[in-house]
């Protein structure tokens, strides 16, 4: 082989490769524009993106807030987390009339007064499950600490998320305190509380995850951490009412992730249910997409309606009794 035509052969390689490359970022960012283009056309939401929430690593932890025109004084802060990665589409999509069939509940939920928080936490595979806990009740503490500024009551919280934005809503739901009142940082003085939670097929032992993981990095921590970011070890009787939602399918997250958290609420008395979606993997679609989130939305506006403090607090004070 002549060094011209070895040469020729590995200059046009390059250009292939330069050509590709070229057009998946061309189809990438062509779908993002049009995902934009559709949500700035329907302009009845106010849009805040990237509030700073905190910080860690140089980098800035932020959240997207959607506001309806009619807002009913509760808010829903949706765990943006699929395996503790998180990552960013434009906000305006999620309440888009081009929006994913999976995402039309959000459009819904801002359409019944509901304010949405779309937040992110420290992303595998630089930070691991526990320090994303960690953030994601800093967001909490943070958004109850400016509930005034976004018209909010900060006793009408919930939170949402699936999989592992599932078992992030479930340690908010099953962890919260009061906050530390002699912090330095305001918003750690700050309560993390939340009002309700419904979580997607939601692993819920992290005892039996943990370790080196080439699919999920932020399962590689320390072994002794586990025990700490597993919600079903922390049930307790003033636990936010919890709906869970699997399928009987779901191979990455077994059904007995979600039965075994049940138990533990009801032997606690909190209100809480599991609904079983038959034949659904590890994710839901058409029907059951919609019946997922016709569930979601019945929760919240049970246990989030302005009224619903009074009942929750006699279930309180019910549950001390017993």
């Known amino acids: ?26 189809c990438v960012l062509g779908v993002l524009d049009v995902f934009v283009a559709s949500a700035r056309a329907d302009d009845q939401y106010q849009v805040t993106p990237d509030v700073v929430y905190g910080h860690k690593a140089g980098m800035a932890l932020t959240f997207d807030v959607i506001q309806p025109t009619k807002p009913n004084g509760a808010a829903v802060l949706f765990m943006m987390s699929g395996g503790w990665f998180s990552g960013w589409v434009p906000p305006e999509g999620f309440v888009s009339p081009a929006a994913p069939d999976g995402y039309k509940h959000f459009r819904d ?31 909490v503490r943070f958004i109850r600490l400016n509930a005034k500024k976004y018209g909010l009551d900060p006793n009408r919280l919930g939170v949402c998320g699936g999989s ?33 939670v419904v979580a997607y097929f939601p692993p819920v032992d992290l005892r039996e995850w943990v370790g080196p993981n080439d699919k999920f990095p932020a399962l590689e921590f320390d072994p002794q951490l586990a025990e700490s970011v597993s919600p079903v070890l922390h049930v307790t009787p003033d636990d936010a009412p919890t709906l869970l939602v699997h399928g009987d399918k779901d191979d990455l997250v077994k059904l007995d992730n979600s039965e075994r958290i049940l138990a533990e609420f009801e032997k606690q008395k909190v ?38 403090d009074g009942d929750k607090a006699n279930a309180k004070t019910s549950a001390a009794a017993r």
């Open 109 to 139: 939920l801002v359409d019944s007064g509901y304010t949405l928080f779309i937040v992110r936490h420290g992303s595998a595979p630089q930070f691991k499950v526990p320090e994303a806990v960690a953030d994601v009740r800093r967001a």
């Open 164 to 196: 592992a934005g599932g078992h992030l809503s479930l340690m908010l739901g099953t962890t919260c305190d009061d906050g530390t009142k002699d912090a330095q940082d305001e918003v750690d003085c700050t309560s993390d509380r939340v009002a309700a």
């Open 1 to 26: 082989m002549s060094s011209n035509f070895l040469r020729h052969y590995l200059l046009r390689k390059v250009e292939v490769k330069r050509m590709r490359n070229h057009l998946v970022v061309l």
């Open 271 to 308: 209100p809480c249910d599991l609904v079983v979606i038959e034949g659904a993997g590890h994710g839901f679609g058409g029907e059951q997409g919609k019946r997922a989130s016709q569930k979601l939305i019945e929760w919240f506006d049970k246990y989030l309606a302005a009224d619903a």
